[in-house]
Each structure stands twice: as C-alpha cells, then as structure tokens.
C-alpha cells in the first residue's frame, strides 16, 4: 500500500510537470507571436507560391494526387474552407495569421505557412 | 498470448481509424491500442509489450499502405515504447504515469516526423496541445490498463 501511494505521488508529480511544460510552451508561443504578411505555400517541402494577406484572395491549390485545397484569404486570416483530403482536418485547424502559424494537409502534402516576408530564408541568411 | 494481444491491439487501432477524430494535428490519433501495450507490459512484459508494438505497427503499414503514415505511427510507438520501458524499469511509478508518458512521447514522435517530413519545423507550434491531449489520454489509458491488469484474470492471458 505505501509503495502504491508513492507511486501515486511520483505519478502526480510526473503529471504536474507536464502541465507546466505545456502551461511554458503556450504561453513561450502565445507572447512571442506577430501578425504575418504573407501565406506560403509549400507543397512536398517546397514553396510553390506566397500571397499577401492584405489581400482577398481564393485560391484552389492542386495536389500531386489529383486532389486540391481551397484557400481563402479575408481579413488578414488565411483559411481552408474546402478539400478533397478524406480527413477534412485542413478545414477544421481554421484560420490563421500569426508568424509561424500553419494550416497542414496530410494526405496533399500541403503547408499553409504564416511568415512576415516574401522569402523568409532571405531573411534568417542576411 | 502475444498474438492475442496484438490481435486486440489491431482491432482497436481499426476501431480507431473508423471514428474520425477532428484535431488540431492531422494524423494524429489518441492511440486506444496503447491500453493493450501498457497491459502486456505490466502484464507479461516490456519485450513482449515491444513485440505487440511491433506486430501492430506492420499490420497498420500494410493495411493503410501509407508510407507516410507508417513513418508517423513508428516514431510515436518507438518514443512511446521507450518512455514507458524506461518509467516502467524505475518502478516508481503506476500505470498511469507510465501511459501518460507514453501518451505525450507517442504524440511527440509524430509531431516531430510530421515535421521532418512536411519541411517544417512549424508544426512544434502544436505541441501544447499535444501535451494536452498526450496526458489526458495517458490518464484514461492508465487507468484502464491499471483495471484491466487487475480484473482479469491471469489464467486469461
Ligand atoms: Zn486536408
């Protein structure tokens, strides 16, 4: 009995500690967070196109396995409202703005990234 | 007894890829065939908890086919094995600590091939919510396995 009520005490230890982390990274992601200018595009890893966030825009993106991702730009939030992945999970991670923020498509190897510039590696070299 | 266990392990993955669980993180799954892992290893083992592993991991890649999602599951099952192996040697902890280990490492290890593989380093953004979901069902699972470990019978399996 003493021995499984350590084992309860490390377990809530072990628990309370894993909340903290997510409790740090939240909030690490949350403070450290800017608008975006620009939506990229990347597809199998590569950027295949970038879109101002400034500007209305609906794109119907095509993937390599015949299928297609339809992206929305309104109000500086980039979206997908409609795919032909089975899963729909690209739809319901909603919208994004903020720096970093992606909107990802597995079964169309898709990425819809947030970033500040048009070429961000450009950046991070200069 | 292993070929038991995997076998429920499969069914439950099956079961799992039937119901479609709208999440933040695509591909992600809650991993209800871990209960069957945490019992096998309390239960039997931790080699023979890594061979139902094992098993299941080949069934899901020939079944779903994927090349990515096989990528996927195996990096999550192998950080998760390896973290509830390691807690489980401690012997310090129940299984619910254990399994929610193995609840955050298996979400960890898909996050982190997603990434490799999508080009994106990114997708860490999702990791509070991964630690999240990782301990909640790390709880539900432990305490289910804890369970199952002490109704059934050993002459069962
Ligand atoms: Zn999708």
Known sequence: MIINNKKARNDIVLISAVILLALISFFAIYLNRTEGGYAQIIQNGVETDVYPLDKEAEIDIPSDNGGYNRLIIKDGCAEIVSASCPDGLCISQGKVKFNGETIVCLPNKLVIKIVSGTDPDVDIIS | ?157
Request: no cysteine; charged share 5%.
């Open chain 2, 1 to 157: 007894m292993i070929a038991i266990s995997s076998t429920l392990a499969m069914i439950l993955s099956y079961l799992e890829s039937m119901v479609p669980l709208s999440f933040a993180v695509p591909g992600i799954k809650i991993g209800l065939a871990n209960i069957v892992i945490v019992f096998v290893m309390y239960r039997l083992g931790i080699k023979q908890a890594i061979a139902v592993s094992f098993i299941r991991l080949i069934w899901a890649a020939i079944i779903f086919g994927s090349f990515a999602t096989f990528v996927y599951s195996a990096s999550g099952a192998v950080l998760s094995l390896a973290g509830m192996g390691i807690l489980k040697l401690t012997n310090k902890f129940s299984t619910v600590g254990v399994s929610v280990a193995g609840g955050i490492l298996h979400n960890a290890g898909q996050i982190i091939a997603a990434a490799v593989l999508m080009g994106t380093a990114q997708i860490v953004y999702y990791m509070p919510v991964l630690i999240v979901s990782g301990l909640a069902t790390g709880v539900i699972i432990g305490v289910v396995a804890a369970l199952t470990v002490k109704k059934i019978p050993k002459s069962v399996i």
